[in-house]
């Protein structure tokens, strides 16, 4: 029996013209008379407990049908391994429950039960972002797991695909590639879909087509009445831009309709230069920034640990040795990580996949944004590596500098705009993160990097470099991505917020992220 017997007596009460079954259509009144929670409130239609865990976490238990969708601390093996079903061990942090809806319909019921029910949330897609309480919650509230809604649902004129956002990067590479197709998403499979779009997305193929995020053709989202909306240039339209950089403050998003791009064979090397090679890699870097980029089949990564700097070289056709990294193949030593290759995405991946750091491992970073120049991008590497030598034994830090050109920026504005803000100049977002396993030095590892990023940017002011975009997706926990894309970005956001969110919910009872509230 679906529904409780005294539910009929409910059904009298004039207010509610209809019975409430409808889930596939849900309204923003149904939430509180879930059949769910009157179940759990053991067939009472008044006064279910509000902000009681347990109570919402039996409501969602009851409402998902029970089996695995539906697991608490009690429930051992399973409970523990969604739990730690993230990168970065800060964010294991144990829910009351996780929940994980198989489908939209079912994001929706979740969402409605927890505004109903006044119960603390965190929505996690692939659990890639480290920022602890991001993607996590403690004890205090109900962890939303979108690792069920994985869809993937290719148009019949396959140019454009519907990715689910609980699948991971390479889920969806293993069933583009072998066609021959592309969509701008992860340079490294195991990140999630969901963060990683609302964050921007920064793809080897974004200097072609520029950032993830302006490639999305539309969303699907679920809002906080449980509504169902379409948000694209001719539906929501209003959401649909804000959502290209507001992450979380509007809804949560199960569905991206991505561009599908067709892709030939690429060609991809690396190289491992000396530690005291530095100054000179990234010199060759700034002007690849500047002049090889111009080439939008030039893609680059670049990673410098105490070992010193690997580069990756990459260029989207079968091209022995492209004229756009020159500055590169003139630093005559170094050796090869791994060889020049022609293959596909998948295979550029698989190769250099291997260079990040093992999942499970205590991750922070941070971020901050400046223009080109070859003499501060060597300072700026500088007083990193001068702060990490205080970094306490067992961790690690790691330099990323990302060259962004104008292409990225423009491509953002061509393909309908967004909200972050870029400047029209070539430039760099650099990364930095550090690594260790002792939770007992979280609390150190986040001062030196809060003092790391201070620095960094300090330098940057007083150089003349400095630009004020926060890159989402490296961010750190308090560095402020919204505020960073202007006032105009954040009015539309916030106008975007109240339009589809009228009762912050997504501010009130949503765990951390780059929310409105913090503004
Ligand atoms: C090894 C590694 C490599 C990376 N490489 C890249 C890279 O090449 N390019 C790049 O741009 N970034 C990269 N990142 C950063 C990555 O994009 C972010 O960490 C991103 O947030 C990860 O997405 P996720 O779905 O795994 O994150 P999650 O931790 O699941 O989510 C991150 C945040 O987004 C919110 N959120 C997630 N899904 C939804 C949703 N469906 N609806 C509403 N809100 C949602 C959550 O509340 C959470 O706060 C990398 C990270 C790692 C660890
Ligand atoms: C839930 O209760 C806790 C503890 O009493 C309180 O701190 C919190 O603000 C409440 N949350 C909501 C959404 O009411
Ligand atoms: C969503 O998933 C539930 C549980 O598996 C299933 O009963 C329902 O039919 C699904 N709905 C849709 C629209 O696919
Ligand atoms: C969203 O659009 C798709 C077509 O792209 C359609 O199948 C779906 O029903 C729409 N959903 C809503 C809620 O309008
Ligand atoms: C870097 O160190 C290596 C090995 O110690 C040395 O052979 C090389 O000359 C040095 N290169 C530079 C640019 O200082
Ligand atoms: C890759 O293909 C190009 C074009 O056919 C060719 O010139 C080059 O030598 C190939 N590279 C390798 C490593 O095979
Ligand atoms: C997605 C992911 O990285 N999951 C890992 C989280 O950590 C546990 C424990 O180390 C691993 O088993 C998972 O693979």
Known sequence: MLFPSSLSHFLLIPFLVSPPV????????????????????NGAIS???????????????????????????????????LIEDNYSSTCWLAAACVVSPANTTQVARVISILDALDTKFSIRSGGHKQNPGYGSIGESGVLVSLANVNTLSLSKDKTTIKVGSGNRWQSVYDYLVPQGLVVIGGRVGIVGVGGFMLGGGLSYLSNQYGLAMDNVKSYEVVLASGRIVNASSSQNSDLYRALRGGAANFGIVTTF?????????????????GLNQTAEVLTALAEFNNVGMKD???????????????????????????????PFYDITSFKQYFPPTNGSLLDALALSGGGFAPVGVRTYGETF????????????????????TK???????????????VNIAKRGLRNG?????????????????????????????????????????KAAKKRGTFLPYVFMNTAGTHQEVLKSFGDANVRTIKQAASKYDPGRTFQRLQNDGQLIRNL
């Open 417 to 457: 705009g967004n909200v972050i803000g870029l400047a029209q100049v070539p430039q760099q977002w650099h990364e930095w993160f550090i690594q260790w396993s002792d939770p007992k030095l979280d609390d150190q590892i986040y001062s030196i990097s809060n003092v790391i990023t201070t620095k960094l940017v």
């Open 296 to 326: 939008p089949l030039s893609s680059f990564g670049l990673q410098i640990q105490e070992t010193g700097p690997i580069v990756l070289l990459q260029y989207s056709a079968a091209v022995h040795q492209p004229d756009c990294f020159k």
């Open 47 to 81: 006064a279910p407990p509000k902000n009681n865990t347990a109570f919402t976490c039996k409501a969602l238990r009851i409402a998902m049908g029970g089996g695995d969708s539906l697991l608490t601390s009690d429930m051992g093996e399973a409970y523990e391994d």
């Open 391 to 405: 970094l306490p034994e067992g961790a690690s830090g790691t330099w990323i500098p990302n060259p962004i050109s």
């Open 22 to 41: 409808a889930y596939a259509a849900p309204r923003a009144d149904q939430g509180a008379y879930d059949p769910a929670i009157i179940k759990a409130n």
């Open 369 to 388: 944004t400046h223009t080109v120049d070859a003499a501060f991008m060597i300072e700026a590497y500088q007083i990193f590596a001068a702060e990490i």
């Open 257 to 273: 309709e991505l561009q599908v791009y067709p892709q030939g064979p690429m060609s991809f090397e690396a190289r491992a230069y």
